[in-house]
């Protein structure tokens, strides 16, 4: 990876640490708490996806925004 791509990477962190920081009004246990159960939800959501294609229930792929108008 190069330094500007590392950078940019690293600004889209900062600027998404910040943002969940101020949604918790600056509260860092608050933030730390909704990130852990953010986490969680998306665990059970994967382990759901996980567990519908094993057993073969694949979704239907999404239409393109261009074949919806």
């Known amino acids: 990876m190069s330094a500007s791509s590392s950078l940019l990477d690293n600004s889209r962190y900062e600027k998404a640490c910040d943002?969940?920081?101020a949604m918790c009004d600056g509260n860092m246990r608050s933030t730390i708490k909704a990130l852990i159960m953010a986490n969680?939800?998306?665990?059970?959501?994967?382990?759901?996806?996980q567990a519908a294609i094993t057993a073969g229930c694949v979704p239907a792929p999404a239409q393109a925004a261009s074949?919806?108008?």
């Not at 969680?40 to 996806?49: G, I, K, R």
């Open 40 to 49: 969680e939800y998306l665990e059970a959501e994967l382990e759901e996806l």
């Open 19 to 21: 943002q969940a920081i």
């Open 67 to 69: 074949d919806a108008a």
